[in-house]
């Protein structure tokens, strides 16, 4: 499955849903997507069979006002039926409200008033030390979110205890309700601001590409002894100019006009996503690339005309080939089959 495509796709499921609800915070639905695709189509170990284990992966979304792009993920998951939520969301007497609540399947925790989802997941965390348990605690925080003082009790108690089974992310959009973060609530240098409490932190640079969030995830799995926090440079309102990085687009609907505009944003980045996802010509191409063109190529690349190739590169023309290399017209190192000058190992 092409996550970064898919992200586009339930981008587009979340505005239908805030045009049938006439209601949501269309921005920071937009700028969570990828790391809630990431989370629970790759991550996690979450779906509508497993709620009942005690063993099962837990998540809370502590912004929760981005319920909207949260409900389209777990529609997409199979908690409940997208038919049903376009249908009900924000209507009256209606499961699916303004904000995550925990009596709809998926959910673990009620949500919305700032500030909580981190001390709370703090709790899961260390009960699951306690209880000889190896499941992971996950939890999603808005940069404006940070302001709350909940917040920083909550990172002192993660690194006192050690918590490595937790792993907070940052929506740094630098954007929250009434202007910019840094303007309101200065965060400056956050980076530093959670290692100073213990934390391990790690900058992803674009939080909106799915490739590299893959890779900080996978990083936090590693680290021992204390938690780990993502600080995910996002854009709000990701996916169409009409709303990217646009403080009045925290909560709003879009007229017909802009939606029409949105919708055509957002299928031609499914498209780019999807052909990026096989194709990659020149720069550098990252994990899961098909082919290549110039530039170097990393793990998982296919075929590469020039540059460098990495391990599980299966053909290589010029430049170096790494281990695993078949066929290379340069130098060739450890588990090359065929090589026309120099073979290592
Ligand atoms: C305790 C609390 N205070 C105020 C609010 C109102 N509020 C809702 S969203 C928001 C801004 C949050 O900004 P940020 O965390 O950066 O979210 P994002 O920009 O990602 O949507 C505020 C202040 C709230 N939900 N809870």
Known sequence: MNLQALAYELRRDTVDLIRAGKAGHIGGDMSVMDILVELYFRQMNISPENMDSSDRD??????????????????RKGFFSKEKLQEEFSKYGSQFIGHPNNKLSGIEMNSGSLGHGLPVCVGMAKAGKMNHKSYRVYTVMGDGELAEGSVWEGAMAASHYKLD??????????????GGTEEVMAHEDLHERF??????????????????????????????GRPTVLIANTVKGKGSPVMENKVNWHHKVPTDEEYAQICEDLERAREAALTEGLEHVGGAAAAGCKEHVGGAAATGCKEHVGGAAAAECKENVGGAAAGGCKENGGAVVAGCKEHGEEVRA
């Open 58 to 75: 837990l998540f809370v979304l502590s912004k929760g006002h981005s319920v909207e792009a949260y409900y389209s993920v777990l529609a």
């Open 195 to 224: 290692k100073s409490f213990g934390w391990h932190v790690i900058d992803v640079a674009d939080g909106n590409d799915v490739g590299q969030l893959h890779a900080a995830f996978e990083e936090a799995k590693t680290v021992k």
């Open 165 to 178: 089974n937790l792993c907070a992310v940052v929506d740094r959009n630098r954007l929250q309700i009434s």
